[in-house]
């Protein structure tokens, strides 16, 4: 078929969603990607900057190693696994629906972080598919807000990708914890909680009135996270022995989440949030905003302006909450062009959605 | 040229090949008797790793002589979790790179020529002297 | 958005029986990290948006931790004159949190037989 004429990749892929284009988008630059389309709409996307569906899927210990890879071998057609993993009881179908639904808008994310170089069409290759797929109009617009909201919240996200944060080391800031338990926060009562009950401006006909949040561990009464059994299961080996994690001293806990503090486990001085996400299982922008919330509570620091062994860098700089010119990476190395290919069409600004210079 | 000036050109070399390809997570320099020249490592055990390595790119060496596929490039172990490439660098020097499942393999075998190149220059510089 | 399929997706179809739990006019299943609404039924505006309810359990867990409180958020509700909108954390054994956001209709329901009803089937919602 004759590839359609498009600007960029956003564009391209609103073009093969009119026609209901069923194959694959590679998608050429440092690190680019591959988009996998199925009647018009985006299935998955592979790129080394973020798990895939099945990464993360692994890496969480959601699905054991050799369960996956006995239904890999009993389903030859990958664009079926998704019905094998299903039947086979592995994991339920909706919540497969979101974990793929939920990688491909993070592929996404992640390619929107560098400029691409070109792409071509080519014939369908079988992967693990959100179904039914997500169209390319909302998948740029989220794509766009996040980036938006990184940099309102922190600055430019092409900076953020490129943080090694390491943990901070000594005494949690956080106050002293009152008695533990179940809390409820009521309207007119003295507690601490109550304290914290937050009045919501919603914009609604009627007011709208905090009336109780409850914690503890879910009503199933199974603990919050599962262990899993073996190989590949356990996200990273999360040990207590100070050997095992390179002898740096846990920092304080206390009032952080449950994925707050396995995050900082596996944080380590050497890992970018990309790295990060992939020891965890879990989605690159998730992590970033998790970071930038460890950071803003000064559970983990990372430097920026220098490059990894400490000397200084020799980039612009962008200082943290400035606004600064989203998508571009600091210090872009050209990415090498092997020159022009037939059917390649030199993009736009980044693969998804129209970053331009956005204001925060 | 100091003894330390190579090692530092050496693991700045390794650590600027973790910045330019995504997934790399760590990576050994080794010579072909087992033994390593320098480390940029979080993890893994740099001297076990470069007893292996000269094992793993020997055995693939003789696994593509019996091929006849011709000259060996590097031996690409995939697994669960990651992959591990072993590349020679020279006559005598192995590289040894550990990288997550994310690894961007094609950007590793368009940076490692560039790399090798590096590398063999500060090691010949040091010999040299 | 068509696609293929010889079914309903699970997703929506689990979401759309939620609607039949007494007094549930909307809800939506949201990444409780980043905001994205996965699925959606019934009057959607009743159940916030994605991010609204993704920053609103953030915020009211990270105050709960601080004032001592152990464990995991587990719901949040709202309650007005004649509507309730409800946070429920919806339990998996792995991956980033999960809220299903409601939207009661308190006049056609017992409220606490509606959240307890609620509560329970949204135990089933990712299956």
Not at chain 2, 111 to 125: D, F, G, H, I
Request: charged share 25%.
């Amino acid at each position: 078929m004759k590839t359609p004429s498009a600007r960029n990749v956003p564009a391209l892929l609103q073009a093969l969603h009119q026609e209901g284009y069923t194959g694959t988008v590679r998608v050429s630059g440092v690190p680019g990607g591959t988009i996998h389309l199925r009647d018009g709409l985006i299935g998955a996307i592979e790129t080394p900057g973020a798990p895939t569906a099945t990464s993360a899927l692994l890496a969480s210990g959601r699905i054991e190693d050799d369960a996956w890879l006995a239904a890999r071998a009993a389903e030859p057609d990958a664009d079926r696994l998704d019905l094998h993993l299903v039947a086979a009881g592995l994991i339920g179908a909706a919540e497969l629906e979101v974990v793929c639904t939920a990688a491909v808008f993070d592929g996404a994310f992640a390619m929107a972080l560098s400029p691409p170089g070109g792409w071509e069409l080519t014939e369908r290759e079988p992967t693990l598919l959100a179904r039914p797929g997500v169209e390319p109009r909302p998948l740029a617009e989220e794509t766009t807000r996040r980036m938006a909201l990184l940099t309102r919240l922190w600055g430019p996200a092409g900076e953020l990708a490129r943080v090694r944060p390491e943990p901070v080391i000594g005494d949690s800031l956080r106050p002293e914890p009152v008695a533990g338990g179940r809390v409820r926060s009521e309207p007119g009562m003295g507690d601490p909680v109550r304290s914290g009950a937050i009045a919501v401006d919603r914009v609604r006909s009627e007011p709208v009135i905090i009336g109780e949040a409850i914690v503890g561990t879910p009503a199933t009464g199974q603990p919050a996270i599962a262990q899993p059994a073996t190989g590949r299961g356990a996200p990273e080996a999360d040990s207590d022995t100070p050997a095992a994690d390179g002898g740096h001293p846990k920092p304080g806990r206390r009032g952080l989440t449950r994925r707050h503090q396995d995050l900082i486990e596996s944080v380590n001085g050497r890992r970018t949030p990309r790295d990060l996400a992939f020891a965890r299982g879990r989605g690159l922008y998730a992590v970033m905003l998790d970071l930038i919330r460890l950071e803003t509570l000064q559970a983990v620091r990372w430097e920026t302006g220098t490059t990894f062994d400490g000397r200084p860098s020799t980039a612009p700089r962008v200082l943290q909450g400035q606004q600064g010119q989203q998508g571009q990476q600091a210090s872009d190395e050209p990415s090498p062009r092997a020159g022009p290919l037939p059917r390649r069409r030199p993009g736009e600004g980044s693969p998804f959605g129209d970053l331009g210079a956005k204001g925060g | 040229m100091t003894a330390h000036a190579p090692t530092e050109s050496l693991t700045g070399i390794l650590a600027s090949l973790r910045e330019r390809v995504m997934g790399v997570a760590e990576s050994v320099l080794s010579t072909v008797d087992g033994l390593l020249v320098v480390a940029d490592v979080d993890t893994v055990h740099a001297e076990s790793v470069a007893a292996l390595a000269a094992a793993t790119l020997g055995v693939g060496r003789r696994m593509a002589d019996q091929s006849g596929t011709g000259a060996l490039r590097e031996v690409v172990i995939r697994c669960a979790a990651g992959h591990v490439i072993v590349v020679a660098v020279g006559e005598r020097t192995l590289l040894t790179v550990m990288g997550d499942d994310g690894l961007d393999i094609a950007a590793f075998q368009r940076e490692s020529p560039a790399t090798v190149e590096q590398l063999n220059k500060v090691l010949a510089a040091d010999v040299a002297h | 958005m068509g696609g293929l399929g010889e079914k309903r997706p699970a997703l929506q179809a689990s979401l759309d029986r939620l609607l039949d739990s007494p007094g549930v006019t909307g809800v939506a299943l949201i990444d409780a990290v980043t905001g994205l609404t996965y699925g959606a039924a019934g009057d959607v505006a009743q159940a916030g948006t994605g991010t609204e309810g993704a920053d609103l359990a953030t915020l009211i867990s990270e105050r709960l931790g601080d004032a001592g409180a152990e464990g995991e958020l587990e719901s949040v509700v709202m309650t007005s004159r004649r509507r309730l909108q409800v946070l429920l954390s919806v339990h998996r054994s792995a991956g980033d949190p999960l809220l299903l956001a409601a939207g009661l209709d308190r006049d056609r329901a017992n409220m606490a037989l509606a959240l307890r009803t609620l509560g329970d089937r949204a135990r089933e919602v990712l299956a």
